[in-house]
């Protein structure tokens, strides 16, 4: 069973940085594209970014290209969005989502179907 444990979320002013991480469990993690999503309070949940399975492929919503980054970790089956230089229009429940096996990462949000709980992320003007 798969299972995604967000952390690093929290209150920063506008320009600010945050760090979220991810701890994935239940699945061969390196087989897997992963990923963040995000939804605004009376948004549909969208994509934001995902990494392929070895790293060495990334995707991002035009939104954030430039000011977030996405990593992970193979050994310690953890992924990292660092996001810089915030805006008040990324304020939002951030979740970790991880893809389907051997695929390739997409900005389609419907391909990946497994998410954590959320860290919420809240950018004051």
């Known amino acids: 069973q798969v299972q995604l444990v967000e952390s690093g979320g929290g209150l920063v002013q506008a320009g600010g940085s945050l760090r979220l991480s991810c701890a994935a469990s239940?699945?061969?993690?390196?087989?897997?594209?992963m990923g963040w999503l995000r939804q605004a309070p009376g948004k549909e949940r969208t994509f934001v970014t995902a990494i392929s399975s070895y790293g060495g492929s990334t995707v991002y919503a035009d939104s954030v290209k430039g000011r977030f980054t996405i990593s992970r970790d193979n050994v310690k089956n953890m992924v990292y969005l660092q996001m810089n230089s915030l805006k008040p229009e990324d304020t939002a429940v951030y979740y970790c989502a991880a893809g389907r096996i051997g695929r390739l990462p997409t900005i389609r949000s419907e391909e990946y179907p497994n998410w954590g709980q959320g860290t919420q992320v809240t950018v004051s003007s």
């Open positions: 239940g699945m061969t993690f390196s087989s897997y594209p």
